[in-house]
């Protein structure tokens, strides 16, 4: 994972987290998307026999586990996306309520880091309805002139908007 830092920001909004938060951040369907740290487990290579799928939940066995795995390109996609079958996958290994769980991403995750100031609660109209109603709070970084956003998932609705696509 390659390794960007921002400036710490010692300055706290309502509801942000008290100190600096490690993410580590993907992208999937043209969204930046990210996940705690901590809730990662680890990120592997994509096995081969899900290049050519594109359910959004699948099964595959990786050690002696066997793990979900959640395609989120139908979810967020405005018209059906497959990712592209040349491009290496790779798996983002989370955990949801004791079950291990996978992410698919096309090209391997950042470590960033954000300060408090910049991570803001969603709205919860804007979370009704939109694709993006799989993330809970968004960070927003100066880049120039323009800002980006990295949306941070909230595992357990990534899970609810997936099944409710099978």
Do not use: W
Request: charged fraction near 20%; charge should be positive.
């Amino acid at each position: 994972m390659r390794s960007t830092s921002l400036p710490p920001n010692p300055v706290a909004s309502e509801g942000a987290i008290a100190e600096s938060l490690k993410v580590v951040m993907f992208a999937i369907a043209g969204y930046r998307l990210g996940l705690p740290m901590e809730a990662v487990l680890r990120v592997v290579n994509c096995p081969l026999e899900l290049h050519d799928r594109s359910a959004a939940m699948e099964l595959v066995h990786l050690g002696h586990r066997a793990i979900t795995v959640l395609n989120l390109y139908p979810h967020l996609a405005l018209k059906q996306v497959n990712p592209n079958l040349d491009a290496g996958q790779f798996l983002v290994v989370t955990k949801l309520q004791g079950d291990v769980c996978a992410i698919r991403v096309d090209a391997p995750p950042d470590l960033i880091e954000l300060t408090p100031s910049t991570i803001r609660k969603l709205p919860e109209p804007y979370r009704q309805g939109h694709p993006l109603n799989i993330a809970s709070r968004v960070a927003v970084l100066p880049q120039g002139k323009a800002t980006i956003a990295i949306f941070l998932l909230d595992m357990k609705r990534v899970l609810e908007a997936v099944a409710a696509e099978r």
